[in-house]
Each structure stands twice: as C-alpha cells, then as structure tokens.
C-alpha cells in the first residue's frame, strides 16, 4: 500500500483486550472512546449508532465474536460461543450486508480452527487475527476504491455526497469520501457538498467534520437544497456509499439517497456509488428483498434532545430507502468501476474472482 498523509479519526481500534471504540453519536463536539469488552457490549454499539457505516459495523462485529467467546474452556464450547454471539450480533442492525458477511466469515474461521491441530488458546489468538485481517484488508480496499473513483473526477468539479460514507464508517479513507482523501494528496482540487441527512446527521456532524479536519474543501447544505445547487451548476458528480447492493444494482443507502439521485437524473448529473465487494449481495435479487430498517419515532419527533413534533404524532423513520439501479451511473469497487447492465457485470464480477 502506498503511504498516505490521511490523519482521520480511527473509529474501532483493538487495544490489546478491549475494543476502544469512537463514539460517533458524541461527535463532532466530543472526541470519547469507550472501552467494549463484551459481544453485548459491541451489540449496543450497533444498534445505538456508536459505530455506524457498513464496513465499521463487521469490523466492530468481527471483534464482538472474539470478545464473545475468549472465556470458553473447552474448543467445542468455543465454537458454540462463537456461534452464539454471531446469532445475536446478526440482530443488531438488519441493512448492512457487510455485518451477515463479517459474522459468515468469523463462523467459517471459527469452523476450520475448530477441526484443526490447534490449541484452544491459538485458536482463540487466530479468530482474533481473522478480525484484525478484516479490518486491515478494508483499509486498503478502500483505498482502491479512492483511486478508481478518483478516475472518475476532473480538478474543479463539484461533488455532492449524502451521508457518511468516510473514514469513520470503514477502517481508513472511506468508500465515497475515499476520492477526496486521495484528491487532497494528490493537489487536485474538489469542491463537495455535504447533505446534512436527516434525522440524525450523518452529512453534518461526521463527513463534514472528517473532510474539514482533512482540510477539504467541502460545503454543508440541508438535505433540500440538493435539487436548488443542482440547477446552479454547482453539482458535476454524485457520489455515496452503500449499505447493501442487490443482485440487479439496486443500492440501499441512508435515507434521501433516492431524492438525491431522482434529482441527479433529472439534472443529467452521474451518480455513483462506492462500496466494497463485501457489500455486494447477489443472494438478494433486487432492492424491494433488502430489509429496511426502521428506527425509533425520537429521532425525529426529538432529535438531539429538543422536542420539534407535536405530542403523540405519527411517525414513520426507515434508516434506509433503496434506490433502483436505472439512477446508478457505476458501481466503483475495489476491483474497478463497474457500468450498467448492473445484473450481468456484477455477475461476472464475482465469477472471475
Ligand atoms: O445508519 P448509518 O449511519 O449506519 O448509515 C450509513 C450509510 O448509509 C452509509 O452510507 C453506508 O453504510 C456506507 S458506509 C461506507
């Protein structure tokens, strides 16, 4: 891997027996790394946002494995621990693929230690290394992704961005922020927007606080000017992460990436999506299978403490919307930019893995 003046905020980091874990819902206002020493701990951490982002969320559940089964005495009833704290770790948050596959990968790890000549404590010490190596390999597979995206832009160009998709969701760099990162190395100047993403402000409080310590040039916007810079010209490119591809390209992301790339077509502006081959499911067929998770009413009616909605007002909160793959422009992966027909190139991607 090339080296890299990147000095972004790590959000999961093994501390010899713990996970130090980056609360996100604390920032940009509090810099707080709380210590995580159980697969329930991590489970809570999932579910309540602490760590969010496709990749960050199999990191952290990667280590929840670990961390729910280094107690066990015996190797038959460390497998079993394993596959318990996988089950659970499974129910914490239902979109992001990248966690089913970071809990798959441990289990088979767990699996084959399990049948081998080792050690119940070595094999212990190699799960722990199957979490390190899914983090380490997300580091650089994100920066892949950076400099195919980065194919993608011209010096000057606007780029819009919704969500956050940076260094703080993955291991390193990010998938959509990714480009900047690498642009900013490189001296090549981009101009982003950063939605702000309602309801709990993703855009506002974490991409646009990574992309400011970087020192990028970036502009936060609300969610609803998008279609208003749109029509100034001020918008060349689209570019967001993912939760979970669908077999036929659909892309399931924060919600409001749907308006976004209605918006982009409408504008005759491309839209891209950035995510890891981890993210890519090809066992769902398209996005009306994705599951789509619905949040707590508060988010809304009382985000960050302060009441804005009537009393006993219904609500309705889906985290994610799916957005059909007629608005992909390409898919950008650590492998390349993959173009439409999304069903038959992502196909043949992974055949000729
Ligand atoms: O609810 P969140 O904050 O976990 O949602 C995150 C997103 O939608 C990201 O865009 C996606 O996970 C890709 S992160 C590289």
Same mark, same amino acid.
């Given at each position: ?8 905020? /790590? +959000?999961?980091?093994?501390?010899? %027996?713990?996970?130090?874990?980056? !609360? ?7 810099? $707080? *790394? ?7 701990? @991590? ?25 729910? =089964?280094?107690?066990?005495? =015996?190797? #038959? *009833?460390?497998?079993?621990? @394993?596959?318990?704290? +996988? ?16 809990? !798959? ?33 997300? %580091? ?6 950076? %400099? ?37 190395? /490189?001296?090549?100047?981009?101009? @982003? ?8 402000? /993703? ?35 689209? $570019? ?9 390209? !659909? ?13 982009? &077509? ?21 996005? %009306?299978?994705?599951?789509? #998770? ?19 007002? &219904? ?5 994610? !919307?799916?957005?059909? =793959?007629?608005? @992909? ?5 650590? &492998? ?10 992502? &196909? ?6």
């Amino acid at each position: 891997m090339e080296t890299s003046n990147y000095k972004g905020l /790590q +959000s999961v980091i093994w501390a010899g %027996e713990h996970l130090d874990l980056l !609360d996100q819902r604390l920032l940009p206002g509090e810099v $707080i *790394h709380l210590p995580l020493t159980t697969a329930q701990d @991590v489970w809570e951490a999932i579910r309540h946002l602490k760590v969010r982002g496709a990749p960050a969320i199999g990191i952290a559940a990667a280590y929840g494995v670990y961390l729910g =089964s280094r107690l066990e005495q =015996s190797k #038959e *009833h460390w497998l079993h621990a @394993v596959n318990q704290a +996988s089950a659970h770790l499974a129910t914490s948050r239902p979109t992001a693929v990248n966690l089913f596959w970071a809990l !798959d990968r441990m289990r088979a790890r767990a699996k084959e230690l399990e049948n081998s000549e080792l050690d119940l404590e070595a094999c212990k010490d190699a799960l722990l290394g199957e979490a390190k190596a899914i983090q380490s390999e997300d %580091e650089e597979t994100c920066r892949l992704i950076g %400099e195919h995206a980065l194919g993608l832009f011209e010096d000057g160009m606007g780029v819009l961005t919704h969500c956050n998709a940076g260094g703080l969701a993955t291991a390193k760099y990010g998938t959509a922020l990714a480009p900047f990162y690498l642009a900013q190395e /490189q001296g090549m100047k981009l101009r @982003v927007f950063a939605d702000e993403t309602r309801p709990v402000l /993703q855009g506002a409080r974490l991409t646009a606080f990574e992309l400011q310590q970087a020192g990028v040039d970036v502009t936060l916007i609300c969610d609803n000017m998008a279609g208003m810079i749109m029509s100034k010209g001020w918008v060349n490119a689209v $570019i967001v992460g993912t939760d979970r591809v669908a077999a036929n390209g !659909d892309v399931a992301n924060k919600i409001g990436t749907y308006s976004v790339a209605v918006l982009a &077509k409408a504008h005759n502006i491309p839209f891209y999506v950035a995510c890891p081959l981890s993210t890519i499911d090809l066992n769902t067929a398209s996005g %009306e299978l994705i599951p789509i #998770e619905e949040r707590d009413a508060e988010e809304i009616t009382e985000g960050f403490g302060k009441r804005t909605a009537p009393e006993g007002i &219904k609500v309705f909160n889906p985290a994610f !919307d799916v957005t059909p =793959s007629e608005y @992909v422009t390409a898919i950008i992966t650590e &492998k390349g930019v993959i173009r439409p027909p999304f069903d038959v190139n992502l &196909k043949k991607l992974f055949e000729t893995l």
